[in-house]
């Protein structure tokens, strides 16, 4: 399958190479003339063909940042690499190559359609991003075991796979094994599955019934209905896994936000005496064990106290916060509709200004005419103007640097923290929701009066 072609040195994915395809793939007559003299800016190419160009290695694409179709075909390219830029990439063809690991796709996570037909390729993985996916072509490539194929249960859009000339597709069991592990696929091997798919030859003088019921993926569940369910089975455990991981540091990241994590239990009390050799000696000594386990008791509580303490002041603080921002965001809404107001009225005025100097034939009536308008004018400029400042000034002056934290700033606290004592008194609560146009005093439901 190598493709290295001898009649031809490998090529360089230039800016050289780049402008002359965009330049023949763009517009032409009249519109490419235009496009010739000032030139296509690559953040505007959609699609980009670079078929049968002998290039060795894919280099220099991080411009095209909106590029949705790229075609590499029939080149030499050995590894999947410069790609990362492509985020908005739907449609990839790197079909008659010599790549040997599919990799560098990561970022590819609007990727539909993706081509590696004719390549090297020994084993089907790194394409866990690819969540759109729904066309994937690895037909004559290397593969042979069939634990590839389960590991592409895992996209949930993908009605369209190709493996034909792989060793795999050789296996006796092969599309009755698919149509068993991949319920939702529409077409094999360019073909659609129906009534005889999963037989030992390919037909298709009848077309598939539906996709849910047709009887080839009946028989071949019903094949492998134990190796499915106990497959099913371990997705499960670990779809319930990965959830309970990701609540998890989600409830890690609420911690660390309200400046508590680790706080609910005895992590603070075990990492201080951790590495602490000479206080664990201590613990050796008699009664001093009943008595660290006294101590930690106690320190644990306190802990979880200022634990608890944190979650709420952070609640508080947040919706605080919240309140304020949404009122911030209403008077600049309110300030826009002034300034929307005060130009509307002078356009009505202007264009009836307008009106009265093109009907009027006296020059000196025109000048002056003239000077009322520039007058307007500049009265609309310092308005506007006006409005802003108010707004800039209001701000600055209602607003300030966030508080660290609801367990440092003294302002947020309403009482004590359970075995610290008392906190320092707390400023005036209507100092914080004072803003422009007084949106949140005596607003029911907007803070403090």
Known sequence: MNRLCHSMEPRVMDDD????????????????QLAKQEGTLFKDVLSLQLDFRNILRIDNLWQFENLRKLQLDNNIIEKIEGLENLTHLVWLDLSFNNIETIEGLDTLVNLEDLSLFNNQISKIDSL????????????????????????????????????????????????????????????????????HTASVSLSVSQPCETESSSPQKELAEAKHQYSIDELKRQEKLMQARLEDEQARREELEKHKTAFVEHLNGSFLFDSMYAEDSEGNKLSYLPGVGELLE??????????????????????????????????????????????????????????????????????????????????????????????????????????????????????????????????????APGDLYQHPGEYCQGRPGRGPA
Not at 323 to 349: L, R
Request: net charge negative; with cysteine; hydrophobic share 35%.
């Open 17 to 32: 190479m780049l402008k002359l395809a965009v330049r023949d793939q763009g517009p032409q007559e009249e519109a490419g």
């Open 128 to 195: 866990d991003a690819l969540v759109k996916l729904q066309v994937l072509s690895l037909g004559n490539n290397r593969i042979d075991n069939m634990m590839n194929i389960i590991y592409l249960r895992q996209f949930k859009c993908l009605r369209t796979l190709s493996l034909s000339g792989n060793p795999v597709s050789e296996a006796e069991d092969y599309k009755m094994f698919i149509c068993a592990y991949l319920p939702d696929l529409v077409y094999l091997d360019f073909w659609r599955i129906d009534d």
């Open 294 to 427: 006294t101590y930690k008791d106690k320190f644990v509580i306190i802990c979880v106290n200022i634990f608890e303490y944190g979650l709420k002041q952070q609640e508080k603080r947040k919706t605080e916060l919240d309140t304020f921002s949404e009122c911030v965001h209403e008077a600049i809404q309110e300030n826009q509709e002034q300034g929307k107001s005060k130009i509307a009225k002078f356009e009505e005025k202007h264009l009836s200004s307008l009106s009265a100097i093109r009907e009027e034939l006296e020059l000196p009536n025109i000048e002056k005419m003239i000077l009322e308008c520039s007058a307007d004018i500049s009265e609309l400029f310092d308005a506007l103007m006006t409005l802003e400042m108010q707004l800039v000034a209001q701000l600055e002056g209602r607003t300030g640097p966030a508080p660290p934290g609801p367990l440092l700033n003294s302002g947020l606290h309403d009482g004590p923290v359970p075995g610290l004592g008392e906190s320092p008194p707390r400023e």
